[in-house]
């Protein structure tokens, strides 16, 4: 029978390939749950003219909110000037005003004519930033079929656009239209080979299809043009891990780590990297750099307290617990997963009323969310125990259940490869570089390592 939960006993012998399995880092949003991220994409402008956005970028608050009533006092006398509404509704957007920008770019869009042959230069402009804009907007809200259908548009207008393609494979990678968006990367970089960016964004897609030895080479492809690009050296680092070459791999974050000092990826990557070959303390101390950079940052904290776990030291429970607790704050306390592996943790540390505590509430998300009666039943039985173990901690000791076995604790550590992610070839460590020292006042530098 398939248990969503893990009792108290379990968390003292299940490994890596079970309850505390790290997941791998995901290159979308760092504070989000990885698994329902789709890949961060980088959209493209014309090369050659620069967008109303773009314009904008360097004004500032004060700058936008005064372009927002310039523009607006032109579009009340002007009521079809085209160029306005792109205008504005580029500054709405910058200023996060994300209702009134939708609403100005598709004013502007129904009042712009609807391009054929012999339009005016400008009005074809025009019709690309107002589709463009909007279908960026349409991404960030998650809407990628409306989002694809303008830049199915756009591109219709301006065929000879590498931004236009870029753009139109992004909103396919971000409905797994891998297959469609091949084409459309191959014809931007066709029209565009000096965009790393085009080149990075190919590479993403490349990598989340699995085709790892092509990712690769389109990373290469970004770095030799641009050697300053750290999210470059990142993602060829992720696609060197996943092909077993695990020194490789270090070197390419530590490039990456290097080469911008603010960047938290490189630090989650090898906080992953380490786990695999079983180099805890070095895990540990680049997760606590990456928290330094990032206090609020849910892998960080989530992956730090596993990996505290996985020390089986004792004395380092309680900080575990902490930082699930850290992790369920984050999240708005509404993950079942989170809120049960706090419980868990706490019980581990015989903390038995804040175990208690964290299940009361991973029973009111588990109802509210309406999961399964038997994932409610689970949950009901540990609190049982908890309870239990406030009272009689030895005789209850004896009631825990038999420990679930690792693909039975599945349901509570969801992985997007495997309940053991980490599986790398014997002889990966023999090509390891030094380990860097983390950066002055990083958590824990001094004595952690």
Not at 120 to 132: F, G, P, S
Not at 160 to 187: C, E, I, M, R, T
Not at 197 to 209: F, S, V
Not at 331 to 345: C, H, I, R, Y
Request: aromatic share 6%; proline share 5%.
């Amino acid at each position: 029978m398939r248990r969503m939960v893990v009792g108290v006993a379990t968390m003292a012998v299940l490994g890596a390939a079970g309850y505390f399995a790290i997941r791998p880092s995901v290159g979308i949003r760092r504070n989000a749950r990885a698994e329902s991220k789709p890949p961060v994409l980088t959209p493209a402008t014309s090369k050659a003219e620069p967008t109303p956005a773009e314009i904008f970028a360097s004004q500032g608050r004060e700058g936008l909110t005064a372009a927002v009533e310039n523009y607006k006092g032109i579009i009340a006398k002007s009521p079809d000037n085209v160029a306005a509404y792109s205008a504005l509704g580029s500054a709405y957007m910058l200023l996060g005003k994300v209702d009134e920008a939708e609403n100005t770019l598709k004013e502007g869009i129904a009042r712009c004519p609807s391009p054929k042959p012999g339009t005016k230069v400008e009005l074809l402009k025009d019709a690309v930033h107002l589709r463009t804009n909007l279908a960026n907007l349409c991404m960030a809200k998650g809407d990628f079929p409306r989002a694809q259908a303008l830049l199915e548009e756009v591109v219709a207008i301006s065929p000879a656009d590498a931004a236009a393609h870029n753009n139109l494979a992004n909103a396919f990678v971000l409905q797994g239209k891998f297959d469609l968006a091949g084409p459309q990367y191959d014809l931007a970089t066709a029209l565009q080979a000096d965009n790393p960016e085009t080149w990075c964004n190919w590479g993403t897609m490349l990598y989340h299809a699995n085709r790892m030895s092509e990712a690769e080479a389109k990373f290469r492809k970004a770095i030799a043009l641009n050697k300053d690009g750290a999210k470059y050296y990142y993602w060829l680092g992720r696609v060197l891990r996943k092909q077993g070459r695990i020194g490789a791999a270090i070197k390419a974050e530590e490039t990456a780590r290097v080469t911008d000092t603010k960047m938290v990826e490189p630090w989650l990557e090898l906080g992953a990297i380490y786990v695999q070959i079983n180099e805890l303390k070095e895990a540990e101390s680049y997760l606590r750099g990456a928290l330094t950079l990032d206090k609020e940052n849910l892998e960080g904290t989530v992956n730090l307290a596993r990996v505290l776990l996985l020390t089986k030291d004792k004395s380092n429970v309680l900080e575990a617990a902490l930082l699930f607790r850290k992790a369920v704050e984050l999240t708005g306390e509404k993950d079942v997963n989170l809120l049960t592996q706090m419980a868990d943790t706490y019980a581990l540390g015989e903390f038995y009323e804040q175990a208690e505590e964290a299940l009361q509430k991973a029973l009111v998300v588990a109802r509210e969310q309406k999961l399964s009666a038997l994932d409610r039943e689970v949950l009901l039985q540990h609190l049982q125990e908890y309870k239990l173990l406030q009272q009689k901690p030895e005789a209850a000791a004896k009631g825990v259940p038999t420990p679930v076995t690792a693909e039975g604790a599945e349901g509570l550590l969801p992985s997007e490869e495997s309940s053991n992610p980490y599986d790398v070839p014997e002889n990966a460590r023999r090509d390891l570089p030094a380990a860097k020292a983390l950066p002055p006042g990083a958590i824990g530098a001094g004595d952690r390592r």
